[in-house]
């Protein structure tokens, strides 16, 4: 059981990696430092976005418009570490 809670740890803390690198990559294409013309930022932008919208799509349906500000991604990274925190400090002791 304990290699199951450690899975699931792991995959969350490389959801947060994923959402924090697709935010850093948006700020670089929005300030064009890197160009989503070349193939392989095009390819690795999709692919975060396609991986983080479903996530972050309802938080920015609740949250209201700040502007140019998206704070979606602190939300949801607030939230898989309460999720994180919850999974091995509360459900697992009673469960072992």
Do not use: C, H
């Not at 070349?38 to 690795?44: A, C, D, G, K, S």
């Amino acid at each position: 059981m304990n290699a199951l809670f450690w899975l699931i740890d792991q995959v969350i803390g490389f959801y947060i990696t994923l959402v924090i690198v697709q935010v850093v990559l948006s700020w670089l294409v929005a300030f064009n430092v890197i160009n989503t013309r070349n193939r392989f930022v095009y390819l690795v932008g999709n692919f975060l976005y396609r991986i983080t919208e479903p996530a972050l799509k309802p938080i920015r349906r609740v949250l209201p418009n700040l502007g140019g500000m998206d704070l979606s991604p602190v939300v949801l990274i607030l939230g898989l570490y309460f999720l994180r925190v919850l999974l091995l400090r509360d459900i697992m002791p009673i469960l072992i």
